[in-house]
Nanobody, 112 residues
């Protein structure tokens, strides 16, 4: 069964960078918008960034200028490059696609 799988999370110091990957099996996302969301403990799941099939991008205010979403359709992968990370960026990061739904998430922890 086709699914989304996130990876690339981890522990990073404030000011550091991480690149998250969202891989889809079975060539299922290259013609669809893919979104990155995040959910911190006790908070709602918030949209971080999205990218359309044509490559148009949108960012939440907190991500603008620090995060960059991109896609490699040949690899059925969407990336989220995160820079200048802050402790408040700590959350589980999920990717979402209207055909496949949610991935299982990847934990990002920003702490010294």
């Amino acid at each position: 069964q086709a699914q989304l799988v996130e990876s690339g999370g981890g522990l990073v110091q404030p000011g550091g960078s991480l690149r998250l990957s969202c891989v889809a099996s079975e060539n299922t996302i290259r013609d669809r918008t893919v979104n990155w969301y995040r959910q911190a403990p006790g908070k709602e799941r918030d949209l971080v960034a999205s990218i359309t099939a044509g490559g148009r991008v949108h960012y939440a205010g907190f991500a603008e200028g620090r995060f960059a979403i991109s896609r490699d359709n040949a690899k059925d992968t969407v990336y989220l490059q995160m820079s200048s990370l802050k402790p408040e960026d700590t959350a589980i990061y999920y990717c979402f696609n209207s055909k496949l739904g949610w991935g299982q998430g990847t934990q990002v922890t920003v702490s010294s």
